[in-house]
């Protein structure tokens, strides 16, 4: 259960049912994960690291996913470290930036 959703199973007259495998990867793109060690590319800038699955994964336009990113880097308070990489900033910013990253990859507007 994320969120109080079941990821896998929906609850139908009091009893699990398992879901469609179509609808259990819709309802996974819906979530992201934040790992203790978060895995940010250390030779890419925090907007690289964070515009990089959006545009190559989802092939979402590099523009969009730019703007998108700097919002949510506004959002985290790290708009102003965008072009710092990733050695540059402290374990609680780069927690941030891959928060920031997970969210980007989630969001409705911007799965294809």
Known sequence: M??????????????????RPRDVAQRRTEIGMVFQHFKLFPHRT???NIC?????????PHAEARDRAMNLLE??????????????????????VAIARARHA???DVVR
């Open 106 to 108: 989630t969001q409705a």
């Open 46 to 48: 925090v907007l690289g």
């Open 75 to 96: 959002s985290v308070g790290l708009k102003d470290r965008s072009n710092a990489f990733p050695r540059q900033l402290s374990g609680g910013q780069q927690q941030r």
């Open 2 to 19: 994320v969120d109080g959703r079941f990821v896998g199973y929906e609850l139908r007259n009091g009893h699990l049912h398992e879901m």
């Open 52 to 60: 990089l699955g959006p545009s190559k994964v989802l092939g979402v």
